[in-house]
Each structure stands twice: as C-alpha cells, then as structure tokens.
C-alpha cells in the first residue's frame, strides 16, 4: 500500500510539472512611461509566468492589430483603445490610470530657467529643440501638441521640435543634453535623478491623460492572463501605481 501511495503521489506531482510547463505565459503590452510600475507589479504577481513588453501605444496597438499575442494591454490615451476596441479584439476595458504633463529640463540648468507661461518655452528654448513624442501617433506627443496649439505657441515652436519614439525616448534627449527642454509625463519626470520639472502644463490645454487598461479576447483562455488582469486593480498593485505618481482610477 505503501508503495501504490508513492506511486500515486509521484504521478500527482508529474501531471502538476506537465500542467505547468504547458501554461501560456502572460504578454503584458504597456506605454513606455508604465514601464518602472508595470514591471513592480509583475514582480509582486505570484504564480505565472508575465512579461512587459514597453513602447509608444500606438506602436503596440499596431502589433496587435497585426497578430501579435498580448495578454494585457496598458495604453496611454483612449484612442488606440478604441482602435482595438472596433476591431473586436478587447473583452474588457476599464479606464484605470491618470497622468500630467511638466515642461522639464536638465536638472543642472533648471535653476536658471523661469517658465511660467507657455509663451516662456520659446524664450528659455532659444534656438535649441524642444523634446516631445511623435506628435501624430505617440499619446504623449499628441497631448503636447494639444496643448501648445490651444495654448497659443504651436506655430512658433513646431520647428524647433524634436520628436521621439515614446515618452521615455523624449525624457533621454533631455537627460543627454541633447534637448535642453522637453514636454513629458509628470510620473517620467520624477523617475529621473537627472531631470527637474520646472512647469506643469495647465490640464486644461489638454484632453484628459487616461490610460484605459485592457484584457485580450484571446487571453480568454489563458487564466493566468485573468488573475493577472484582476490583480492590476488589487490595492496591492494599486499602491505601486501610487507610489510612482500615477492617478489610479
């Protein structure tokens, strides 16, 4: 009898390995300026295999439009939510984050700098280039565009700016010199030792910063991707959220 119960334990634990081995790991894609939290978070998430995967929203809606296999996807505006949304491939969405834009600078020239006004960028900018993402796709360069156009400076600085990839690609020209100003997240801002915010852009100049956060019609099978879905609205991953200046919905 003995022997029989060994028998029995040891195929338990073989059959558990084999279910384990043959579970879908969970695709997290999130905007650039989540990557610090996101990544927090998924450490904190026990029991599954998760991986971020980080750049501009548009360009992760673009691969999930083409196929790739995302689990979770974490944008940085509503809009290319709603992309996803009209092609029928989300099978939840709750807005779930919020953010500010902060004019911001070297923190080794930002005490000489006064910005007060959006009519300041130009004067403190000079000839030099303002850091900004993409403004027609990248969530935080069409939000700083919003913002300058209703803000009245639009046409005097478009030539002066220097467009990036994402939010943290524009955070990096600032922190290498090669931008001696830049418009980004307030929460990209704070993660840098290197950068000093020295104007918030009034929220008024802008559509709201709303980061909608989804789940995957595919990811309907997979139930790690589903515990991992409802652990981002936990008040554990809440308050790493909180903890790196993001307003949590």
Do not use: C
């Amino acid at each position: 009898m003995r022997r029989l119960a060994f028998i029995l334990a040891t195929l338990a634990v073989l059959a558990s390995a084999g279910v384990a081995s043959a579970r879908e790991p969970v695709l997290v894609f999130a905007a650039a300026s989540t990557r610090d939290a996101m990544e927090e978070v998924i450490a904190a998430f026990e029991g599954a295999d998760v991986k971020g995967v980080y750049a501009a929203s548009s360009a992760l809606a673009r691969q999930i439009l083409d196929g790739a296999p995302a689990s979770v996807f974490l944008s940085a505006n509503t809009a290319w939510a709603d992309e996803l949304d009209k092609a029928g491939l989300l099978a939840e969405r709750r807005d779930f984050l919020r953010n500010r834009l902060v004019v911001v600078a070297p923190r080794t020239a930002a005490a000489g700098l006064s910005i007060t006004k959006a009519t300041d960028i130009s004067k403190a900018l000079g000839e030099e280039r303002l850091a900004m993402g993409g403004i027609r796709a990248v969530p935080v360069g069409v939000y700083a565009r919003q913002a300058l156009v209703n803000l009245g400076v639009w046409d005097d600085l478009r030539d002066r700016v220097a467009q990036a990839s994402n939010a943290r690609a524009a955070l990096l020209l600032v922190e290498r010199g090669e931008a001696p100003l830049g418009i980004v997240y307030a929460t990209d801002a704070r993660a840098s030792a290197d950068i000093r915010a020295i104007w918030e852009i009034p929220a008024k100049a802008h559509d709201p910063i709303v980061y909608p956060l989804a789940l995957l019609e595919t990811a309907l099978t997979n139930p790690d991707a589903i515990a991992f879905s409802r652990f981002l609205a936990s008040p554990k991953a809440r308050a790493i959220f909180l903890r790196h200046w993001f307003e949590v919905d």
